[in-house]
């Protein structure tokens, strides 16, 4: 021990962190595992289901209704947050879901400015990221394609 001053450093907890932190990682990633196991073994499954198929049947879909076709357009915020039966009945119009999670409303908006089949009323959510972006090349761009 020494007399004058000492070095903080001899009382410092020696361990093998890198062990220790990969097996909180281990444990935490244990955990989230079992709960996603859990609530889909309870019946639990993805409330939205994403594809190219369905979104294109939704999309021959607004142009069949004409004017009696509410189409939605966005993202997960309108894909999500809407109520489709709520709308159904305060509006008397059918509800067509064409919002594409994670990606830009402008590739779809566009491609139902251009057909003339499309003469419901077209409700967008909108965000000024994608206004200062212009048309991007995403999943909306991919689906639009694959529908024409």
């Given at each position: 021990m020494h007399l004058s001053t000492s070095s903080s450093n001899d009382r410092l907890p020696q361990a093998n962190?890198?062990?220790?932190?990969?097996?909180?990682?281990?444990?935490?990633f244990s955990i989230?595992?079992?709960f996603e196991w859990h609530i889909r073994d309870?019946?639990?499954?993805?409330?939205?289901?994403?594809?190219?198929?369905?979104?294109?049947?939704?999309?021959?879909?607004?142009s069949a209704l004409g004017d009696k076709a509410l189409i939605l357009v966005g993202a997960s915020r309108m894909q999500l947050d809407m109520d489709i039966q709520v709308l159904r009945e305060k509006t008397k119009l059918e509800p067509i879901q064409l919002?594409?999670?994670?990606t830009s409303y402008l590739p779809v908006l566009e491609n139902l400015a251009n057909d003339p089949q499309i003469t419901g009323?077209?409700?967008?959510?909108?965000?000024?990221?994608?206004?200062?972006?212009?048309?991007?090349?995403?999943?909306?761009?991919?689906w639009v394609n694959y529908y024409e």
């Open positions: 962190w890198i062990a220790i932190w990969l097996g909180i990682l281990v444990v935490i989230i595992a079992y309870l019946g639990w499954s993805p409330s939205v289901v994403d594809s190219p198929d369905l979104w294109v049947e939704q999309r021959k879909k607004a919002a594409i999670d994670g009323t077209v409700l967008v959510s909108v965000n000024a990221y994608n206004m200062r972006q212009g048309i991007p090349k995403d999943t909306s761009i991919q």
